[in-house]
Every structure is written in structure tokens, then in C-alpha cells.
């Protein structure tokens, strides 16, 4: 009854995991911000023509969705890899 | 608008239900445990958890709330596209994992972990329901608002039918049944999205959207002497001349007994047709000057210029998705916007010609250009708006139970990039599904909310059919989490854990089914009295309540050392009370009392930018001024960090 749901192992990565996930967070707040600064200084410079016909607007909206998803299989490919050596000695593996 | 039944929608709509009931009596069987209620058992694979998270986030709001905002106001409902996926960010990068390991069944448990204390479960169980209780009013209100073009039902009937069902399925098998209906409406609706963005870009541009469309007249005005005295057609007599404070002058004319209202052009030398809506003294209502049932009140929004390669065209033919944009940015269309004549007891739409690279940059809805009048508290409302959406989504309690529903950190991690992949991929569809709304003569400017649907009415009334009937299964998906969310906060955290009842396992079950039950009646009632509700408003709300409420108590929790339990309660209570007045008192509420908007005493709609950093710094003060009662913390409430 007490504990969680699904029973968890110990996991030594937790902490590693923890510190790439604050610094992968940042540089997303980073790129968000800028969008959300360029729209408020230069609102017009969102209009303006950025990569082929498209404008920066949509280039950098399409951007950011785009940017989650790359990061985020990044971040879970890092994880796993951090999980699996550190967690080698431990009987009974995440997963 | 009037709306014709088809029988195709309801059978859809029927057999859907139908497969959803049967789910849940055959997961009912199976749920005995308090474990199997609230986290199905922890057993769920992490890709169906993923599509399930999509399913569960991607609710009323964002289907028929943002493809209509962007249908009306261009890129700026695309900001809640943007702003909601970026949110999962902060729930993949930062909260997941350890939400998975310090949690049980609830977000108080993960938050109460550490600390064992009786505040922060009263606190956090109050938190919970009252962010999941301002999500709950818009989905059971777009219930309502559905129900009426897609079965011929009133409103009320919308709100009960959901109700009952989801209660159905909560109270039945609870997390898991509710997991898998979660699962099928997350998936038909990406995969229905992705057939009818298809349809848009496959159709292309043309001035002309439909045989059907209405021919918009434009008469020349005869002024003799400086008055206007009539125009060049003389079947329309001049009724009266109505100037509005900011500028507009509109003109009532009679075209052979019926009333028709027309915006005068900047030099006064043409009439442009509207639309328009009055009541009359004895309560009647008259669409474009005649009763409801002549379907006078035509759908609209069209292009005016279509530009490809330098030159005008009438159509385009099929776009890519990229050409679609690019075309649309050299072309213009007619935008319809809003004023209310109150002294007449009329709304008017008059034709708001837009180019179309407006339609794609921020600033149709926000000011945040100097040239459109923005000023300080404008740019802040903006700002605010943006931080509320990045923040509230980790701290959304509905969501963040769905991680107690898969088996390890790993799992979590994992059902989240699933979640963010398919989201992301959803909010770019909007974009079109948006654009394309706003273009092919679809929109009904009485109901912003039913933009999509209709978008997909235009291409045929098979696509119809299955597109409304995924909207209310995205209602049916996102109040099932919802009420589990709630029943959690009443029966596990409050009665269990807060009041210490005496439960065994199958009281503990029964308890929650009775609080779903409780819950679910609630719903019904609040749906049925918020009739005409904007959906989306109520839901950006239920983000600034819980970035401001839970954020800060999570982040502190993970990341400071010192915070205390005195602390997270006193910052959650901050944090409800700061958002909800700030919302009370702004602009926004204002127009809904009533009251001129000007007069509110706070200038900006959203709260977030001042209600989030109130709750952290409560946070802090109290936790600093609480410091010795973390000697008898829990230790080691979480492994290895």
C-alpha cells in the first residue's frame, strides 16, 4: 500500500540526469525569451522575409516546436546513457 | 447560425460512445485496488501514456479554442500553440522524473513527500481542485456548444450527456479506463487533424470560397451639402447615421422593410455591408434584420487578392505546406470584427480588410506595436500571458498524474517526448486548420469555438461528421482526467491522508468513485450555468492558477534546500489567492460585469507575471522564517540527490 504505485530501484544517475535537464532547460528559456523580447522591441522584424519566402515569425514559432521535440530525444538519449553506466552495478536496472 | 443534423455525425458520434462504455466495463473488472483507480496500476506502456498525455492536454481549448482564435485574429492565437508545447518543456526537462519518484498517486503526495505535513495536503488537495475545477467549465461549455450542431440538442443536454459518461467512465474503472479513452482520442484526433490540414492545403486559395458564399455588396453614397442623403441603389433607403466613439460610422438602411446595417468608408464615399444582430424590444432576435430561420447570418471570411510569383490569381490550385504560408502572406482577405452598438441593442461585424502578412506576425490581438497603441501595460499583459502558458503546463494537477501510470523514471521520461512529439506536431496543424477557417467562407461569428468543425463541414459532411464527433471525444478524454484529478484531491489526499478516516481498500476505491460522482454533478451544473463562456478564456486562467499556485512550490521543492512545508502551503495559498483577484479585477472580467473596461483597477488580464513571483517570494520569506521545523523533515524523501 505505501510507496508508490510501481515499485522504483535506486537510481544513481538521478542527480546527473537533474543537472543536464536544468542546463538543457535554460537554453530553451533562452531561445523562447528571445522570441518573446523581439516581439515586444521589433514587433515589425517578425514580418520580415528569414529563410526562403517564409518570415521569422513563422520560422521561429515553427522553430521553437521543433526545438522541444529535437531536445527532448536528445535529453532521452543522454539519460538512458547516463542510467546505464551508472547504474551497471545495481541488481535490477531501471527498465 | 442555424446547423442541420447529419445522421452520419450522430452515428459516429454513437458508436464511439458505445466502444468507450464497453472499455470501461471491461477495465471495471479488472480495477480492485486503490492503485489500480488512481494510477492504473502503474502498468501502462510508456508510448500509449505518451499518446494518452496528448489526448488528456490537447482539450477543448486547443482544438476549437486556438484553430478559432487563429481563424480570427491571425499568428496571435498562435502564441497559445507556441506557449502550450513550450510548457512541456519545463514538464520534461525539470519536473517528470522527479515527480515519478517522489509521488504516489497525487501531486500533493510528490509535494507532501518530504515533509509529511497536514498543511501542504489541505493546501495542495485545495489547489488541485480549484485549477481542475476552471479547466472543467470550458470543456462541459464546448460540450454544450457542440451538441447543438452535431445532434440538434440543446446546450444543457450537451453538458448532462457528457457528464454522465465521464462519470461512467471515471467511476467504473477510473485511471485506467480513463488512460485508454485518453489514448483513442489523442490518436484519431492527430490523425484527423493531419487528413483535414491535407484537405486545406490540397484546396488551396481562391478568391471565391464556395458557390454557396455570400456576395458582399458595396453601395456609393449620394451627400448633398455635406449630409448623406441616400445611395446609388434606391431600393435602400437611409435609416440613421450611428457614429461610434473610436471613429467608425455605420449606417441602418431599409432594403424593402428589412433592416440592414453598412460601415461608411474613411471618406464617406461608400457603404460596405455587415452583419448584424439585434433584439428587439420584446426579446426577438434578428439576424441581418430577419428572424433566425432565414439563414441571413452567413458564414464568412475570404480572401479579396490572391498574389503568386508577382501576379493576381483567382485560385492557386494545391499548395505545399510552406507555399500555403508564403502565398497567403502577399495575398489579403476580410477579416469580420466585432463592435457593440448598445444604444441600439445591435452587434455589428464589419469587414476588417487584413493583409495577409498581418494575418502571420503577432499584433492582431495584442498590441504590442507602437503603432497599433501599445503601451506599457500592454507589453506586460503579453509578457505575462507567455510566461503563464510556458509555466502552467507542469503544474497542471490532471497532468501530472499521468506519470504515476507507467512503471519507472525511464517510462515518464520517455511517455513525455511521445506527449511533446505529438503535441508539437498537433499545434502545427492549428496553424493551418486556423488560416484555412479563416479564408474558406466557415466562420460563424456568433461562436469563435466552432471554427474547425465547420472548416471541415466545407470539404464534406463525412469529414464533418468525424471531426465534431472527435471534439466531443476530446471533451469526453480531458474531463475524465480532470475528474480523476479531483476525486484524487478528495477521497486519497483529503479524506485518507488529511483526515486520517479509517478506509480499508475497496472504502478507499469507493471513496474516490463517490468523489468522482460528486465531482462529475458539479461539472454538470457549472457547464450548464457558464453557457456562452468563451472556452479558451476560462482555460489560460486555469494555467496562470496553477503556474502561480504549484510552480514555485515545485521548483523550490527540487531545487532549494531550505524550503519548508509552511513555506509550499503559504505559497500555494499566495499563489491561488494573488491569480484569481487579479483576474477578478481586470479588464477582462470588467467587460463581463458590464462595467467599462477602463475602469478595472488592475490594467492587465493576465496574472502571472505578478502572482508567480508573489508565491516565490512567500515561499522564501516563510520557509527562511520556518527554518527549524525542517529538523524533523523526512530524510531521505528522494535517493541519491
Known amino acids: ?95 | 447560425m442555424i446547423y442541420s443534423v447529419s445522421p452520419w455525425a450522430i452515428i459516429i458520434f454513437v458508436t464511439f460512445v458505445a466502444l468507450v462504455l464497453l472499455m470501461s466495463f471491461f477495465f471495471a473488472r479488472k480495477t480492485k485496488s486503490v492503485a489500480g483507480y488512481y494510477a492504473a496500476g502503474g502498468k501502462i506502456h510508456w508510448g500509449v501514456n505518451g499518446i494518452a498525455f496528448a489526448g488528456d492536454y490537447l482539450s477543448a481549448a486547443s482544438f476549437l479554442g486556438i484553430c478559432g482564435m487563429i481563424a480570427f485574429s491571425g499568428y496571435d492565437g498562435y502564441l497559445y500553440s507556441i506557449g502550450y508545447l513550450a510548457g512541456w518543456v519545463v514538464a520534461l526537462f525539470v519536473v517528470a522524473e522527479p515527480m515519478k519518484r517522489l509521488g504516489k498517486y497525487t501531486f500533493t503526495d510528490a509535494l507532501d513527500a518530504r515533509f509529511n505535513s497536514r498543511s501542504i495536503k489541505l493546501t495542495a488537495a485545495i489547489s488541485t481542485l480549484v485549477v481542475s475545477v476552471f479547466y472543467l467549465i470550458p470543456q462541459m461549455v464546448g460540450a454544450g456548444d457542440l451538441v447543438v450542431p452535431l445532434l440538434g440538442l440543446p446546450h444543457w443536454a450537451g453538458v448532462v450527456i457528457v457528464g454522465s459518461i465521464v462519470i461512467f467512465i471515471v467511476a467504473t474503472a477510473g485511471m485506467t479506463s480513463t488512460t485508454y479513452v485518453q489514448f483513442i482520442k489523442g490518436g484519431l484526433l492527430i490523425i484527423f487533424s493531419t487528413i483535414l490540414t491535407i484537405y486545406i492545403l490540397n484546396n488551396g486559395l481562391k478568391l471565391n470560397p464556395s458557390d454557396e458564399y455570400h456576395q458582399f455588396i458595396s453601395l456609393e453614397t449620394i451627400i448633398e451639402d455635406g449630409e448623406i442623403t441616400g445611395t446609388n441603389n434606391s431600393n435602400y433607403t437611409i435609416e440613421r447615421i450611428h457614429e461610434t466613439g473610436s471613429g467608425l460610422t455605420f449606417a441602418k438602411l431599409n432594403n424593402n422593410g428589412v433592416e440592414r446595417w453598412f460601415k461608411l468608408s474613411d471618406d464617406s464615399k461608400t457603404m460596405h455591408e455587415m452583419l448584424s444582430i439585434s433584439t428587439l424590444p420584446n426579446g426577438t432576435k434578428l439576424y441581418n434584420g430577419e428572424p433566425k430561420t432565414e439563414a441571413k447570418f452567413y458564414q464568412v471570411g475570404h480572401l479579396t487578392k490572391i498574389v503568386v510569383n508577382g501576379e493576381e490569381v483567382d485560385q492557386t490550385g494545391p499548395l505545399g505546406p510552406f507555399e500555403y504560408l508564403s502565398t497567403l502572406e502577399n495575398s489579403e482577405l476580410v477579416r469580420f470584427t466585432r463592435v457593440e452598438l448598445r444604444d441600439e441593442n445591435t452587434t455589428v461585424w464589419y469587414q476588417n480588410p487584413t493583409l495577409g502578412s498581418a494575418m502571420l506576425k503577432p499584433g492582431l490581438k495584442f498590441k504590442i506595436s507602437t503603432r497599433s497603441g501599445a503601451t506599457f501595460w500592454t507589453k506586460l499583459n503579453f509578457v505575462s500571458l507567455m510566461l503563464a502558458l510556458f509555466l502552467g503546463t507542469s503544474a497542471l494537477p490532471h497532468i501530472l498524474i499521468r506519470y504515476y501510470t507507467v512503471s519507472s523514471q525511464r517510462a515518464a521520461r520517455k511517455s513525455t517526448i511521445v506527449a511533446i512529439s505529438a503535441i508539437g506536431f498537433f499545434y502545427i496543424l492549428t496553424l493551418y486548420m486556423g488560416l484555412g477557417a479563416s479564408v474558406n467562407g466557415v466562420l460563424d461569428l456568433e461562436s469563435s469555438n466552432m471554427a474547425a468543425p465547420l472548416l471541415a463541414k466545407y470539404f464534406g459532411v463525412g469529414i464533418f461528421s468525424i471531426i465534431s464527433a472527435i471534439a466531443f471525444a476530446t471533451i469526453l478524454g480531458t474531463v475524465s482526467g480532470l475528474i480523476v484529478a479531483s476525486s484524487g484531491a478528495i477521497a486519497h489526499d483529503f479524506l485518507d491522508n488529511y483526515l486520517k478516516m479509517k478506509m480499508d481498500d475497496k472504502a478507499k476505491v469507493r471513496a474516490g468513485k463517490m468523489a468522482a460522482f460528486g465531482v462529475g454533478i458539479f461539472a454538470i451544473v457549472l457547464g450548464i450555468l457558464f453557457k456562452g463562456m468563451n472556452v479558451s478564456f476560462l482555460v489560460g486562467l486555469a494555467f496562470a492558477v496553477a503556474a502561480s499556485a504549484n510552480l514555485p512550490a515545485i521548483l523550490f521543492l527540487l531545487f532549494w534546500e531550505k524550503t519548508t512545508a509552511k513555506g509550499i502551503s503559504w505559497s500555494i495559498v499566495v499563489g491561488i489567492i494573488s491569480s484569481v483577484s487579479i483576474i477578478l479585477f481586470s479588464p477582462s472580467m470588467y467587460d463581463r460585469y458590464g462595467l467599462p473596461m477602463t475602469s478595472a483597477p488592475i490594467p492587465i488580464d493576465n496574472p502571472g507575471i505578478i502572482s508567480i513571483p508573489l508565491a516565490a517570494i512567500t515561499l522564501v520569506i516563510i520557509s527562511l522564517l520556518s527554518q527549524k521545523d525542517n529538523s524533523s523533515k523526512v530524510e531521505n524523501y528522494h535517493l541519491n540527490q
Open chain 1, 1 to 95: 500500500m505505501h510507496g508508490s504505485a510501481a515499485k522504483l530501484d535506486t537510481d544513481l544517475s538521478a542527480s546527473r540526469k537533474s543537472k543536464l535537464g536544468i542546463k538543457l532547460f535554460i537554453v530553451y528559456i533562452i531561445v523562447y525569451a528571445g522570441f518573446v523580447v523581439i516581439s515586444l522591441i521589433n514587433p515589425d522584424l517578425m514580418g520580415h522575409k528569414f529563410i526562403g519566402e517564409q518570415n521569422l515569425a513563422i520560422v521561429y514559432g515553427f522553430g521553437l516546436i521543433i526545438l522541444a521535440i529535437v531536445m527532448g530525444f536528445i535529453y532521452n538519449a543522454m539519460c538512458t546513457r547516463l542510467e546505464n553506466k551508472l547504474n551497471k552495478t545495481e541488481k535490477g536496472q531501471t527498465l
